[in-house]
């Protein structure tokens, strides 16, 4: 019996992969809007050629071929974006992922606004990390509070500064009663 057969069962299980989730969602992201300026290019020729037809008259979309890529980002820009990209957090990836198609299937942007509208979702996405951080952080710190030893009463009418009124007030009898209110007393006994 051969044991070639359990070698290659072996080397034929996936290995976990050697890249750090920060990377992956760089890469996941990064992907995302190479595909998107693609396919918005796409779009675009498609309208010009459209455009084109219905002035010419004629067709000649079978003789060309498909045009290399015409715009691609500068490197500072790329910089930047992936710099924006680095701080997002792996479980905002496939949200600012959803937002970022639904923008772009909404307003059909140029390929050169592709980058802006990009850039404007990973901005969205960090400020609703930023608030749901701070909302979370007060949330602990209220429940980390120390609970009845600190507790201060408030009281509005207690005051240290004495008046004149508790002076009279203190030396005067009660006042008597309503007359909604009967008075209690005990019967006098004969």
């Not at 070639?4 to 992969?17: G, M, N, Q, T």
């Not at 498609?46 to 002035?55: F, H, M, P």
């Not at 060309?64 to 990836?93: F, M, N, W």
């Not at 120390?146 to 009660?174: H, K, L, N, Q, Y």
Request: hydrophobic share 35%.
């Amino acid at each position: 019996m051969s044991l070639i057969p359990w070698l290659r069962w072996s080397e034929a299980l996936p290995r976990p992969s050697s890249r750090s989730p920060a990377e992956m969602v760089l890469d996941t992201l990064m992907m995302e809007l190479l595909g998107q300026m693609r396919e918005a290019e796409r779009q675009q020729r498609e309208r010009s050629n459209a455009v084109r037809k219905i002035c010419t008259g004629v067709d000649y979309s079978w003789l060309a071929s498909t045009p290399r890529a015409t715009y691609d980002l500068s490197p500072g820009e790329r910089l930047q974006l992936e710099d924006v990209c680095a701080k997002i957090h792996p479980s905002y990836c496939g949200p600012a992922i959803l937002r970022f198609r639904q923008l772009m299937a909404e307003q059909e942007p140029e390929v050169q606004e592709v980058s802006r509208l990009f850039h404007s979702v990973l901005q969205e996405v960090l400020d609703r990390m930023k608030q749901e951080e701070e909302a979370h952080k007060l949330t602990r710190q209220w429940s980390l509070r120390p609970r009845g030893r600190t507790r201060a009463r408030i009281s509005p009418f207690a005051s240290d500064i004495r008046t004149i009124s508790e002076d009279v007030e203190r030396d005067a009898r009660p006042p008597p009663r309503t007359w909604s209110m009967p008075e209690f007393r005990a019967p006098k006994e004969d």
